[in-house]
């Protein structure tokens, strides 16, 4: 399995991206999908999650109502719409996946991981 992660950047406070995370090696209807995010000196926090089947979504707190996940099944690729970026957001995005239908937001929880994007975002 492997997790390609893109779309990171320098953003002003505000301002919006778009992340991928495009992903081969298997089927991935029976995997849920997940957004973590990693700031220096900090551990590595749950960002959102979705699933492949029904496409049912988690967010953390800290973005719900900012951000989006979402996927196209056809690409084989999530994506995460971030707006209103704050420079609290600023940090490595990690896609990762996990084997089963529930939503989850430990980081323990999933078996599969991208190498990380940087996303950059000054006040």
């Known amino acids: 399995v492997q997790l390609q992660a893109s779309g990171g950047g320098l953003v002003q406070a505000g301002g919006s991206l778009r992340l991928s995370c495009a992903s081969s090696?298997?089927?991935?209807?029976?995997?849920?999908m997940g957004w973590f995010r990693q700031a220096p000196g900090k551990a590595r926090e749950f960002v959102a999650a979705i699933t492949w089947i029904g496409g049912s979504t988690h967010y953390a707190d800290s973005v719900q109502g900012r951000f989006t996940i979402s996927k196209d099944n056809a690409k084989n690729t999530v994506y995460l719409q971030m707006n209103s970026l704050e420079p609290d957001d600023t940090a490595v995005y990690y896609c990762?996946?996990?084997?089963?239908?529930?939503?989850?937001?430990?980081?323990?929880?999933?078996?599969?991981w991208g190498q990380g994007t940087q996303v950059t975002v000054s006040s």
């Open positions: 990762a996946a996990r084997l089963g239908f529930e939503l989850r937001a430990d980081r323990y929880d999933y078996d599969y």
């Open positions: 090696g298997r089927t991935f209807t029976s995997y849920v």
